[in-house]
T-cell receptor, first 115, second 112 residues
């Protein structure tokens, strides 16, 4: 079975632009979480979606938004990009929202560079 | 929230030696503590977890020790190999926390 996939792998944007990142969970997984990982830091939680509804939000500004589709894939949108948004954006999928943490599988991430 | 810290940002060991990576946490509401390994250019990969009601758990070449009294856990890697070179994160998880909290991580470098 394929793991979590994310696209694109790399992206370069200019300040003020908007970006959309995509994630496909493992087949059968209904929960998707997004994390931001700045260079030299651990991943920071942004959102969790389960059954197409937002179930959790981290301490990120409203410029960050996400959605989950009927096939459980997800998109993360970031508006009005700032230099500080440069990071690796990770998607993690799991079977359920409240399942054990060992169920969280991470994708390879999308490397976003804002210039 | 959760504060997660690691005692050393970097750790260098010789191939074949044992490695010990430490982690301190602040929130006692965690149900699990998970160790992740992140290789360059990849997402974090689950290594092993330990429930909060346990004090030791062993896996293949890895052992997790949990000391709830001082809110500290450690990951021990036996016979460290070059393929173990990566950044290691501990991440508390709990139903009340609702998400994984990662610290800065420890960069483990294994040299021949």
């Amino acid at each position: 079975d394929a793991g979590v996939t994310q696209s694109p792998t790399h992206l370069i944007k200019t300040r003020g632009q908007q970006v959309t990142l995509r994630c496909s969970p493992i087949s059968g997984h209904k929960s998707v979480s997004w994390y931001q990982q700045v260079l030299g830091q651990g991943p920071q939680f942004i959102f969790q979606y389960y059954e197409k509804e937002e179930r959790g939000r981290g301490n990120f500004p409203d410029r960050f938004s996400a959605r989950q589709f009927p096939n459980y894939s997800s998109e993360l949108n970031v508006n009005a990009l700032l230099l500080g948004d440069s990071a690796l954006y990770l998607c993690a999928s799991s079977l359920s929202m409240s399942g054990g943490p060992y169920e969280q599988y991470f994708g390879p991430g999308t490397r976003l560079t804002v210039t | 929230g959760e504060s997660v810290g690691l005692h050393l940002p970097t750790l260098s060991v010789q191939e074949g030696d044992n490695s010990i990576i430490n982690c301190a946490y602040s929130n006692s509401a965690s149900d699990y503590f998970i160790w992740y390994k992140q290789e360059s250019g990849k997402g974090p990969q689950f290594i092993i977890d330990i429930r909060s009601n346990m004090d030791k758990r062993q896996g293949q070449r890895v052992t997790v020790l949990l000391n709830k009294t001082v809110k500290h856990l450690s990951l021990q890697i036996a016979a460290t190999q070059p393929g173990d070179s990566a950044v290691y994160f501990c991440a508390p998880w709990g139903s009340t926390l609702g998400r994984l909290y990662f610290g800065r991580g420890t960069q483990l470098t294994v040299w021949p």
